[in-house]
C-alpha cells in the first residue's frame, strides 16, 4: 500500500510508528484489517459509552437516513432536534433551558464563552475577563486553547490566545485554590469562570472532590461571575453519574456536552444555558442576536442517535451497568496500586489512573509514554498514555475478562516500560 496522505492528530508520523486499519468494531472491541481484536480501553478518546456500534443507536441512525439527511438550522428545524432538545431539557439539573447545537467539545466551549461575553456586552456591563482552572483541557480552538493550561498542547500558538486568569489546581490544600478563586472574583471585569468538574482529563486525569465543586460554584454565584461547566468529557456517567455536577449539587449557568451525546457514534455537541443567558441575546434588535454557527449544525442523522442515547439513559439501567463498571475498575486499580513503581492512584467512576514513577521525567511528552503506548498496541489494548499517567475509561459494556486482560496488560507494561532507561 502506498503511503497514506492522512496527517494523524496527536500523532508524530516523524517516528514512523505503526497506525492499525479497522474495519469493524462491536461493544469494547476494535477489529483490526490483519485480524486482530483489540480492546478499546479508553473508549476511543472517552466517547464510547454504551458500546461501539451499538443496535438501539444504529438503528435510530439508519431510520433517519431514510428521512432527512441535513438541514440548515439557522430559522429552520426538524423533529430529531426538537424531541433532543426537549429531552435534555427534562434530563438535564432544572434551569437549563435552552439547548444550542455544535459539533465538537471545542465548539460547544467556543459557544459557552461567546454565549457568556455576549451575556455582558448585551446587559452593557464590561465584564470580559475568563478565570480558568490550573492544568484545565477544554479543546484544540482559539478559544478552547485560550482557557487551557499553557504549554506543549498550544505554545506554537501563543499569538493566537486571550489572556486568562488561572485558578491554582485543588490538590493538597484546596482552601487555595478556593481563596484564590473568591480574589479573582472580586474584580469587576470578570465574565465566567470555566471548569472540568472533578475530573481534569488531557491536564493528567486529576480529581478533586465534590465539595470544592460546590464551593466554586458558590463564590461564582457571591460574584455575578457566570459558571461554565465543560462536561465534554466527564458527562453521561464517566463520573459515576449522569453528570459530574450532580455530585456537588451544583447547575452551572452555561453546560457544556459533546462526545457521550450520541453515545459516541457521531459527531454532536450542546451548550445549554439558563433563561438570563438565553433572554440577554432575545431581542427586536437583530444586532443583539447570538452570531455562532456551523454548516452541520444539528444535523439530524446525529440528533436522532442522540435522542436514541437519551432513551437509553431512560429506559434501561445504565447507572448500574456504570455501578458495576466502577467496582470492577476499583479492583483493577487497587491491585496495580501495591507495586512501588505506581503512585498517585485515582479513580472517578468509571475511570481510573496512576502514574509510573520515571523520577523527573513526567508530563505529557515523558519518554516513558510512546513506549508503554507501543507495548499497548502490541498486546492488543488501546491505550494512550499521558506521559508517565496511565488510564482506563473504558466502554460500560466491556466485560469482566477484557478488565482481567487490560489489568495484566497494564503490569505488564510497567514490567517492561518503567526500567528501560
Not at 116 to 141: C, F, K, M, Q
Amino acid at each position: 500500500m502506498s503511503r497514506s496522505p492522512v496527517w494523524h492528530p496527536f500523532h508524530q508520523h516523524g517516528l514512523h510508528e505503526d497506525i492499525p486499519l479497522v474495519t469493524h468494531a462491536d461493544g469494547a472491541v476494535l477489529h483490526t484489517a490483519d485480524g486482530r481484536r483489540v480492546i478499546d480501553a479508553i473508549s476511543s478518546w472517552w466517547v464510547t459509552t454504551h458500546g461501539h456500534n451499538h443496535p438501539r443507536i444504529m438503528a435510530a441512525v439508519r431510520e433517519q437516513t431514510e428521512k432527512l439527511d441535513q438541514l440548515i438550522f439557522a430559522g429552520w428545524t426538524h423533529e430529531p432536534a426538537e424531541t433532543l432538545a426537549r429531552a435534555l431539557v427534562d434530563l438535564m439539573p432544572d434551569g437549563l433551558d435552552h439547548v444550542f447545537y455544535s459539533d465538537s467539545g471545542s465548539t460547544a466551549v467556543e459557544v459557552a464563552l461567546k454565549m457568556a461575553l455576549g451575556y455582558w456586552h448585551n446587559r452593557g456591563e464590561p465584564r470580559h475577563r475568563i478565570l480558568v482552572l490550573e492544568h484545565s483541557y477544554h479543546g484544540d480552538t482559539i478559544g478552547a486553547m485560550s482557557v487551557g493550561a499553557r504549554g506543549v498542547f498550544n505554545c506554537a500558538y501563543a499569538p493566537l490566545l486571550f489572556d486568562v486568569g488561572t485558578v491554582p489546581f485543588p490538590a493538597a490544600e484546596p482552601q487555595l485554590s478556593l481563596e484564590a478563586l473568591e480574589s479573582a472574583c472580586r474584580a469587576s471585569d470578570v465574565a465566567a469562570f470555566i471548569v472540568e468538574p472533578l475530573l481534569l482529563g488531557a491536564g493528567g486525569m486529576l480529581t478533586y472532590p465534590p465539595d470544592v465543586l460546590t464551593e466554586m460554584r458558590a463564590i461564582c454565584a457571591r460574584h455575578g461571575v457566570l459558571f461554565i461547566a465543560d462536561e465534554v468529557m466527564t458527562g453521561w456517567g464517566r463520573t459515576g453519574t449522569l453528570l459530574a455536577c450532580e455530585q456537588a449539587g451544583v447547575t452551572p449557568d452555561i453546560l457544556c456536552l459533546a462526545k457521550g451525546l450520541t453515545g459516541g457514534s457521531m459527531p454532536l455537541a450542546v451548550t445549554m444555558a439558563t433563561a438570563p443567558i438565553f433572554d440577554a441575546h432575545y431581542s427586536a434588535d437583530r444586532s443583539k442576536l447570538f452570531f455562532h454557527s456551523s454548516s452541520f449544525t444539528a444535523n439530524p442523522i446525529a440528533c436522532a442517535a442522540a435522542v436514541a442515547n437519551v432513551q437509553m439513559w431512560q429506559d434501561e439501567p445504565v447507572l448500574k451497568r456504570i455501578a458495576t463498571l466502577a467496582e470492577r475498575l476499583g479492583a483493577v486499580l487497587e491491585n496495580l496500586s501495591s507495586r512501588p513503581d505506581v503512585v498517585n492512584p485515582r479513580q472517578c467512576g468509571t475511570m481510573i489512573a496512576f502514574d509510573v514513577d520515571v523520577g523527573v521525567d513526567t508530563g505529557y511528552l515523558a519518554e516513558i509514554g510512546p513506549r508503554m503506548r507501543a507495548h499497548f498496541f502490541a498486546n492488543d489494548v488501546l491505550i494512550r498514555p499521558l506521559g508517565n499517567t496511565v488510564y482506563a475509561m473504558p466502554p460500560y459494556s466491556i466485560s469482566q475478562a477484557d478488565i482481567d486482560t487490560v489489568e495484566q496488560v497494564m503490569a505488564s507494561a510497567i514490567d517492561t516500560c518503567a526500567s528501560q532507561p
